[in-house]
């Protein structure tokens, strides 16, 4: 795969994410003064992303395009600072469509977002060690159980009690935290078993970038979509 590609995946990113962040801007006008913080949620967490996304885009852009692992890499940190702010705001995101559900429950939401921050955090120490040592296992592991935690969570809210618009939301969003956010640990688990094998992990970190592109517009933007279109119907 010709490395180009990975900054062409980056400015869709960015084009993606300046587009999703305008579409939810504007959205936020359409809806009761009450639900409009699922905008404004939507919005900030796709410009976030759009900033980080032309950030990386520059990164991997060297004189002459010349485009080796060494930047591919280096905008791994960049992809754990979007991460550490934007997965949490997710998943407040999905508590205020858990809200208009019915299924409110104390402290879930606190839950949720400690558990993230221990996801990503251990997530990004897993990475930064040796390939294949010990330390990126047991902090892989620490990471993919907060996540499974996550979804023990979420799947546990009783929402039975709300409108049927509202329930559909929210299993969708069940769906992406589950099948959505898998594609991280899996592309995770690629590269460093690739590493391990002796593969090309330029070719390696080139196609898990691209594929981080993808499951990042589908979990901001598509994500959002779901929720807006809910707090729209209420
Ligand atoms: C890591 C490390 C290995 C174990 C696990 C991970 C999970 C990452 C996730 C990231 C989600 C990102 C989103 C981005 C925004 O759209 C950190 C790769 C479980 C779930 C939703």
Known sequence: MDLQIVQAAFMLGFVAMAAGAFYFFMER????????????????????????????????????????VTEINATMPLRYIDWLITTP???????????????????????????????????????????GSASNYIFFIISTLAWVYIIM?????????????????????????????????IGTAIQQFMGI????????????AVIYVVADVLNKVGFGMIAVSAAKKA
């Open 29 to 68: 006008g359409d809806l009761k003064p009450e639900h409009r913080s699922v905008g404004t949620y939507a919005a900030v967490i796709a410009l976030i992303a759009a900033i980080m996304y032309y950030v990386m885009k520059d990164t991997v852009m060297f004189p002459g395009g010349m485009i080796t």
């Open 89 to 131: 705001l997710l998943l407040v995101e999905f508590g205020l469509i858990v809200s208009l559900a019915g299924g409110a429950k104390a402290g879930m939401v606190t839950r949720l977002v400690i558990a993230d921050l221990i996801m990503i955090v251990t997530g990004y120490l897993g990475e930064i060690g040796v390939v």
């Open 153 to 185: 969570q979420i799947m546990r809210v009783n929402i039975s009690s709300g409108p049927a618009y509202a329930q559909r939301a929210v299993k969708t969003m069940r769906w992406f935290v589950i099948a959505g956010w898998a594609i991280y640990p």
């Open 197 to 208: 094998g002796g593969a090309d992990i330029t070719q390696a970190a080139a196609i898990a």
